[in-house]
T-cell receptor, first 114, second 119 residues
Framework: GENVEQHPSTLSVQEGDSAVIKCTYS??????FPWYKQELGKRPQLIID?????GEKKDQRIAVTLNKTAKHFSLHITETQPEDSAVYFC?????????????FGSGTRLSIRP | ETGVTQSPTHLIKTRGQQVTLRCSSQ?????VSWYQQALGQGPQFIFQ???????GRGNFPPRFSGLQFPNYSSELNVNALELDDSALYLC??????????????????FGPGTRLTVL
């Protein structure tokens, strides 16, 4: 069935360093890959997304890469700041062919050490 | 913040009871999806409503049902509550073109959620 695996489950980095979160997906028909940030007690917030016709996308300190052949995608955060501390979820969707159902990974708890 | 709202914020029920959760979609959005997020896990898709009809369903039993109204707001109903139904229930709204125009409107924006506790 459809599955998204996410690693690591927890990640602690020094402020200013980079953080990388990796995900794999099982359904080759997936064509949309959003990343969500969820702070404690708050809603998941879409921070960046990538579609299957693009290999890389960048937005300021955040970048995502996608390898469709290997069914891997990754989130890169550079120059980390204390406010980056949160749980990050990767996700995959097949768009309208599957009611735009988003399949989420299990999450990565990112902590930024001052 | 998104324009998606949910009510109530918190709810406590006992096993066997029924509950109704509400969601108002963002202006201009015509599709609402519901997710269940258990503590420490990622959200799981329950179902989606588009133009007042169920447009897809996840692996949840029939006691989870929903409605969408002409103004695109939506309700999630859960009957015969079980302890494992305790979770954060999130709705997400999106803007979706008719299917024959291709897969548009993939972005989903979440509401603040309803925390349901079943005792």
């Amino acid at each position: 069935g459809e599955n998204v695996e996410q690693h690591p489950s927890t990640l602690s980095v020094q402020e200013g360093d980079s953080a990388v979160i990796k995900c794999t997906y099982s359904d080759s028909a997936s064509n949309y890959f959003p990343w969500y940030k969820q702070e404690l007690g708050k809603r998941p917030q879409l921070i960046i997304d990538i579609r299957s016709n693009v290999g890389e996308k960048k937005d300021q300190r955040i970048a995502v890469t996608l390898n469709k052949t290997a069914k891997h995608f990754s989130l890169h955060i550079t120059e980390t700041q204390p406010e980056d501390s949160a749980v990050y979820f990767c996700a995959a969707s097949k768009g309208w062919s599957s009611a735009s159902k988003i399949i989420f990974g299990s999450g990565t708890r990112l902590s930024i050490r001052p | 913040e998104t324009g998606v709202t949910q009510s109530p914020t918190h709810l406590i029920k006992t096993r066997g009871q029924q509950v109704t959760l509400r969601c108002s979609s963002q202006s201009g959005h015509n599709t609402v999806s519901w997710y269940q997020q258990a503590l420490g896990q990622g959200p799981q898709f329950i179902f989606q409503y588009y133009r007042e009809e169920e447009n897809g369903r996840g692996n949840f039993p029939p006691r989870f049902s929903g409605l969408q109204f002409p103004n695109y707001s939506s309700e999630l109903n859960v009957n015969a509550l079980e302890l494992d139904d305790s979770a954060l229930y999130l709705c997400a709204s999106s803007s979706s073109y008719p299917r024959d125009r291709g897969p548009e409107g993939d972005e989903q924006f979440f509401g603040p959620g309803t925390r349901l506790t079943v005792l």
